[in-house]
């Protein structure tokens, strides 16, 4: 059965960092690019950042640039997601997303449940 | 950036009937494009990809069509278990979303 357990969420200043994990299970995780979708509370989602299964490829929204930075550690079955410059509007439900393909196909086909980060003073 | 614009924002239906749910793009795609399923709670779970793939697992009665700007999701007979909100989806770009709710 594959399983997503994201970690690392809390409540953190403005400015301040934070480092978000997902742990995989079920599948191989390195034969599969890996992605964070992210969803303000009420709102709709949003694509965070994506990355192919050798991290040869990686995507960021615009939102994200200069300041998220995504990674995976296959040896751990591990995503990872380096949130520096928080700012309110990052306050979100941040979920790990499973592609369907080795590169960024952009279907998600497993979700976790998500780890809550909230960005206040 | 392509937009996604999904209509209607809400749509109130009853148990067996026919929801057609509409999203268009800001510019022609191709047919990479996919739907999900999200209830209150709960994380979103893939319903069809490439506009018109079934998701392993997901009932017949959902169905996708569409190419261009315009795609739809069809549920052929409404069931209790599908209220909840769908979104459209190319690439990076996620439509606002679709309530649907019980009338």
């Known amino acids: 059965e594959v399983q997503l357990v994201e970690s690392g969420g809390g409540l953190v200043q403005p400015g301040r960092s934070l480092r978000l994990s997902c742990a995989a299970s079920?599948?191989?995780?390195?034969?599969?690019?890996m992605h964070w979708v992210r969803q303000a509370p009420g709102k709709g989602l949003e694509w965070v950042s994506g990355?192919?299964?050798?991290?040869?490829?990686?995507g960021y929204a615009d939102s994200v640039k200069g300041r998220f930075t995504i990674s995976r550690d296959d040896a751990k079955n591990s995503l990872y997601l380096q949130m520096n410059s928080l700012r309110a509007e990052d306050t979100a439900l941040y979920y790990c997303?499973?592609?369907?393909?080795?590169?960024?196909?952009?279907?998600?086909?497993?979700w976790g449940q998500g780890t809550l980060v909230t960005v206040s003073s | 950036d392509i937009q996604m614009t999904q209509s209607p924002s809400t749509l109130s239906a009853s148990v067996g009937d026919r929801v057609t749910i509409t999203c268009r793009a800001s510019?022609?795609?191709?047919?990479?494009l996919a739907w999900y399923q999200q209830k209150p709670g709960k994380a979103p779970k893939l319903l069809i990809y490439?506009?018109?793939s079934l998701e392993s697992g997901v009932p017949s009665r959902f169905s996708g069509s569409g190419s261009g700007t315009e795609f739809t999701l069809t549920i052929s007979s409404l069931q209790p278990d599908d209220f909840a909100t769908y979104y459209c989806?190319?690439?990076?770009?996620f439509g606002q979303g679709t309530k649907v709710e019980i009338k």
């Open positions: 997303a499973k592609d369907t393909g080795y590169d960024m196909s952009y279907y998600f086909d497993y």
């Open positions: 079920g599948f191989i995780f390195d034969d599969y690019a």
């Open positions: 990355i192919n299964w050798n991290s040869g490829s990686i």
């Open positions: 510019q022609t795609i191709s047919s990479w």
């Open positions: 490439k506009a018109s």
């Open positions: 989806q190319q690439y990076k770009a």
